[in-house]
């Protein structure tokens, strides 16, 4: 089992992960554990929970948790399981001034301290702080709120490399279109996609409109610690500052992915979120959030027919994940130039799995 996660740091020697990772549901299971609960997931915008007591249930996989805001105006991440007999108190989006369990009654604050159990008078050393809903570390971007179940990296390492390419953009004011933002399910690895995503080198033959709105050939890819970052040079092309890490060149798009399922993908016209959620082994919903900045440069350029270049990227993944179960099928090879993105994807995912 440990040899399936040895990837050589060398990518001219390395070969890429066996096709069990992405087919075996024992792995998948591994992944639950050691990957989605130590590392940062995005949760939501902030404006879902913008005034005192509203609560959104969502989860991490299969963890249910809950987001509040309470009178003091602070934002909270909270397990979503009742310390009594492990009820889910929240079932729906609310407005509320407590939790309060529909089992047996037990009452939460919207910070998750326990305020009140009928029938407990006998109880000793009753309540504790075993008793509080337990809080969930919570990581914060302006508006984007992300969360961690027991992060094995800190937020602000995380988002770095994104702040120092973006921060200048009034990013809290992009407005988020609920009408341009969809699911989308896959029949495959939550992996594949990501795999997909991280490498440039399939435009040119599977994205025939995309690759006539970019330079493939200035097409960069970078690394730095959990995040890759790809630029694509085209027009229409951003306004940047001085002194911007990226001056003199014409960026039509950042693509951030955020290890392992986060990407943030820049354009002129605003901001595209997707949220790759693991399904099952073979089954992946991605989420498409849009929020923009200029409605006028949508229809131009890399950022626009995303619909379009998510069908075709599902079609392509879709027959990966087939691919990848065969019998004569166990590990490739990397491009040195144009794989280097899933070569660092690779190296994280095993260091994880080990």
Known sequence: MRAMWSIDPDI?????????V????????????????????FAM??????????CVPWSILDEPLV???????????????????????????????????????RRFGLDGKFLSMPEFEGAENFPSPKDDLPRVPLGRWGRFLFASLAPSMPFDALIAPVRARVDWMPVDHFVF????SHDYVVNANWALYCDNYLEGFHIPYVHASLAGAIDYGQYTTACAGATVLQTAIGEPAFKLPAGHPDAGRSVAAWYFWLFPTTMLNFYPWGLSINVVQPLAVDRTRVSFLSFVWDASKRSSGAGSGLDRVE??????????????????????????????????????LAEHLR
């Open 12 to 20: 001219r020697r390395a070969s890429t992960l066996p096709g069990a």
């Open 22 to 41: 992405y087919s075996d549901p024992a792995v998948f299971a591994l992944q639950r554990e050691r990957v989605f609960a130590r590392t940062w997931q």
């Open 45 to 54: 915008d902030e404006h879902r929970v913008k005034t005192a007591g509203q």
């Open 67 to 105: 987001m509040t805001r309470d009178a003091d105006d602070r934002v909270h991440c909270l397990s979503n399981v009742c310390t009594h007999r492990g009820t889910v108190v929240v079932e729906g989006e609310c407005h509320a001034q407590a939790l309060r369990c529909r089992y047996h009654g």
């Open 177 to 180: 279109d609920a009408a341009a």
């Open 311 to 348: 069908r075709e990227d599902e079609a392509v993944v879709e027959a990966v994940q087939r691919g990848v179960r065969s019998r004569l099928y166990e590990r490739g090879r990397y491009s040195p130039t144009r794989e280097t993105g899933v070569h660092h994807f690779h190296r994280l």
